[in-house]
């Protein structure tokens, strides 16, 4: 019932908290309006394969692959990213930042160069909140103008 889908919820919440990420990536497309997609990608990693294992099932998404000594659960579907984070919102603590802002760049629909530009701040933002990201950081902003001319 209605106890169980917010016990798993808050569960959830808590995994992605301790040992999940949620990451913003900004890449080159050349089917997209503006030569760009955004796309958040929800990660949680742990060292055990079972650990990991049973969350297709309990999300509904996802795969769990290899990734050195360890394992990651991952989904990079944007539907489904935004169902789980809307879904955990409630319950997160650490990352509710995170959460807030890849929820804010799964709703904002890339219609202009602004737009694009836009998004791409909000995923400095949320790049700069992941304590791993620090010798990985992309400034996507300068990356994403340096292919606008001024005459666009």
């Known amino acids: 019932g209605k106890e169980n889908v917010e016990v798993t919820h808050a569960y959830l919440a808590g995994f992605i908290d301790g040992d999940g990420s949620i990451m913003a990536l900004i890449e080159r497309h050349k089917e997209k309006r503006f ?3 955004v796309r958040i990608v929800l990660k949680i990693t742990q060292k055990h394969e079972q650990d ?3 969350l297709p099932a309990l ?3 996802g795969a769990v692959c290899k ?3 360890t394992f990651d659960w991952k989904t990079r ?3 489904e990213v935004e169902r789980i984070l809307k879904d955990v919102q409630p319950y997160a603590r650490v990352k509710r930042r995170q959460i807030d802002l890849a929820r804010k760049i799964l709703k904002t629909p890339i219609e202009s160069q602004e737009d694009l530009l836009s998004v791409a ?3 400095d933002t949320l790049s700069r909140l992941n304590v791993r990201s620090n010798n990985r950081r992309k400034n996507y902003v300068a990356k994403i103008q340096t292919f606008f001319s001024s005459n666009d």
């Open 35 to 37: 030569g760009w997609r």
């Open 52 to 54: 990991v294992s049973f």
């Open 59 to 61: 999300t509904g998404c």
């Open 67 to 69: 990734n050195g000594k």
């Open 77 to 79: 579907n944007q539907h």
């Open 121 to 123: 701040t909000v995923a």
